[in-house]
């Protein structure tokens, strides 16, 4: 099958995705749990001895589509039989940030399947977030701590094949001995394709990638789909019929009882790994989709050389709202001054802010090569006395670019931009949300930042 033939299966399936996260996404209480466990950051390093972790046990579930095996680990393996150190990391959305989605019940397992191996854990998960985000941040939280093996998950966060392709070649350029697992978490409506036997057409999308790159993939949700089918597990709800496992109170969101069924999917799929042929990686071949995310990176804003006297430098941990988002960010960039500009000059085709949102949070206009071209509204519809960890982007020409941010003097009607159950604090509080503050935590860049 040709390249052309390819991408238009995979252009094929990311549309089917669309259409199915669309009939099957959170409804609006849903929605708001969800938001709920967005609240902060994870700290990047973590020990499993400080938790109270459940024992993970394979079990017998048995299906050849819940594991391919591919290229094997060999890097992982090599290091782990040698009984040195490895370190193991995890980047996804919220399932990966949760500590019993499947994450802490994995490292669990793998400590205890390889004792001789010293393990060191990283936690890059960021709730709400796609692959898209990964791709700007995989360098500075994953990379740049020389993982052995990496964990990728966002199958349920919009599933954006180019954004993993750009992770997974960013590593294999960075590291090519790093490992790769592809994991695929699913959401309510999606049993079924397992229970048929098939896969859902998000992850169709994703798979074509890791085909492409020989990368080991499992999908987690194949065991839970089966003991639905069996009348065995409830996939989302309050409470269950005694003996039935409860998988998630919103559809998405394992319990403990549901990551413990994602981790034996990753115990079974190490046993299989494990026993199969370990190729050694290849150089990086070219792109399936596009290289275009081979250059996405985040950059302090201290680097920046444009910066007005109106932002000023401030430590997350001095500020109670904000200490939550230290492990992302130890200090950001603050102004509460509209008119407040920074400038900067940079080649590529995208650029944006990984930042903190809340009540006072205002507007950014993008003014770049002389012309505005966007007000980015970094207030949202959940930013009612939450902070919240948050991203946007500004396209441009592929080009070398000016680029002048400028707080705005505008400022957006955040009563109705809160649904009416969200607005009893600012109803009672408006000069909470009458101000114009920004706090910046890393500039987004497909491209390089230049002198």
Known sequence: MNKIAVRTILLGCLMMSATVFSQTGPARGDRDKIAASQAGASPIYFEV?????????????????????????????????????????????????????????TARYLEQAYPQARFQWINAGVSGTGTELGAFRIKEQVLNHRPDLIFIEFAVNGAYAPGMEGMIRQTIRENPNASICLIYTILTGQTVFYQKNELPPNIKGLEQVGIHYNLPAVNLGMEAASLEAEGKLVWKGTQTDEGKILFSEDGI?????????????????????????????????????????????MVDPSALEGLDNAWQLMPTDANPNLKKFNPWFSSVFTASTPGATFSFRFKGDMLGVF???????????????????????????????????????????????????????QKADKLMILPEDKRADIIEHPEKYDQTVAYLGRILLRGTLLK
């Open 49 to 105: 001895s400080a938790f109270n972790i459940p024992a993970i046990e394979p079990g017998n579930f048995n299906n050849e589509l819940e594991c391919n095996v591919r290229g094997g680990f060999p890097g992982f393996f090599e290091k782990v039989n040698q009984g040195k150190k490895v370190v193991v990391a995890f980047i996804g959305g919220s399932i990966t940030q949760a500590n019993f989605g499947y994450r802490l019940q």
């Open 253 to 297: 969101h394992p319990t403990t009882a549901g990551g413990n069924l994602y981790a034996a999917a990753i115990a079974r799929a190490f046993k299989k790994i494990a026993a199969a042929k370990q190729l050694k990686k290849k150089e990086l071949p070219e792109p399936l989709i596009t290289a275009a995310w081979d250059e996405a990176t």
């Open 355 to 409: 930042d903190i949102g809340g009540p006072e949070a205002g507007q950014l206009e993008w003014i770049i090569d002389g012309k505005p071209v966007k007000i980015m509204n970094r207030f949202n519809s959940y930013c009612n006395n939450r902070y919240r960890g948050q991203f946007d982007v500004v396209n441009v020409p592929q080009g070398i670019h000016l680029v002048k941010v400028v707080l705005s003097r």
